[in-house]
């Protein structure tokens, strides 16, 4: 742990609270000098400590704020050395639909989800893949959380890219997802592999029987779907919805019979919780090594002007009795 001052010399406006400091002595003096002639009493000296007191913890506190002290946390990375997932989101038309015009739309939606269950498995390498009528890697897999994030956030979008077969109704098709197995995703020596599909279910129906007996193959990767899709979401291009699509009410049912296909489990988005919960038991447990060192940063300056005022606060209640 190590704290370090980015603008040391900036400290030194804490030397603006002696302006007020002189101004109370000055008064104090004057004031005695008032009560020697008509003959009173002295106040006790407790009566000045904590105008003082305040005075010099708000300058102090300004001047350690605007000094921006950083507390710096080193922690070692560790990552899994037998293990990989894979996050794979649909990128198809039909995941821009939502609820009501500005609403979360399903993109919107996986790529919160994608984030949330990735941090469960911390030590394990993630990648980021997208489907629509083929499947791409945009990431390979990686323990660096940042690099996840930036690359889930800059280069995951609706038909980025567009599908080849731009003139079909529907051109999702999540048979695609065979180039996992077969196309490198997975490091050979990761010996287990999961893969997270967030998707709406609205694919092309297939034969699933090769994709199937890919998924099985040794070592096998175990395959979780996430239903991003609600009956009632429409494409609003503005305030109005597109009259060319519906939600297709046999989605579901697609992607139950494709997760029997390939040995797998379909779950709701309201079941984050249930999935959270089964990645880390289909992950288990395994060697690690140490890649790295994470540098976690905590700017001190924000607390410290706020506190700042707290004995500021205090002496102006104070004036007020």
Request: glycine letters at 8%; aromatic letters at 6%; proline letters at 8%.
């Amino acid at each position: 742990m190590d704290l370090a001052l980015l603008t040391p010399a900036a400290g030194l406006v804490a030397l603006v609270g002696l302006v007020p400091l002189a101004a109370l002595l000055g008064v104090r003096r004057a004031g005695n000098r008032a009560r020697a002639r008509l003959g009173l009493a002295e106040p006790r000296r407790r009566f000045y400590v904590l105008p003082v007191a305040a005075l010099a913890a708000t300058a102090g506190c300004f001047g350690l704020s605007a000094a921006q002290p950083v507390l710096s946390f080193d922690e070692e990375r560790r990552v899994r050395t037998d293990a990989e997932a894979f996050f794979v989101l649909d990128i198809s038309r039909s995941m821009l639909a939502s609820g009501s015009p500005g609403s979360a739309s399903r993109i919107g939606r996986s790529k919160g989800l994608a984030l949330a269950l990735a941090r469960v498995v911390p030590t394990v390498p993630v990648g980021l893949a997208s489907v629509s009528d083929r499947t791409l890697p945009h990431l390979f897999p990686t323990a660096d959380d940042d690099v996840f994030r930036a690359t889930l956030d800059k280069a995951i979008g609706v038909e980025r890219p567009p599908p080849v077969h731009t003139l079909l109704r529907r051109v999702t098709s999540l048979e695609a997802l065979s180039a996992v197995p077969t196309q490198g995703f997975f490091d050979p020596e990761s010996v287990r592999r999961v893969l997270v599909v967030l998707t709406d279910g609205e694919t092309l129906p297939g034969t699933r029987a090769r994709l199937g007996n890919l998924f099985r193959r040794p070592p096998g990767i175990e395959t979780v779907f996430v239903h991003v899709w609600d009956r009632d979401e429409r494409v609003f291009r503005g305030q109005n919805a597109e009259p060319g699509y519906r939600s297709d009410p046999a989605a579901r049912e697609l992607l139950d019979r494709l997760a029997v296909q390939v040995g797998g489990q379909v779950f709701d988005e309201s079941e984050v919780a249930a999935v959270a919960e089964r990645l880390p038991g289909l992950l288990g447990s395994g060697p690690t090594v140490v890649e790295g060192r994470r540098r976690d940063d905590v700017p001190l300056a924000p607390p410290l002007a706020a506190v700042a005022l707290l004995p500021l606060g205090l002496l102006l209640w104070r004036r007020d009795r």
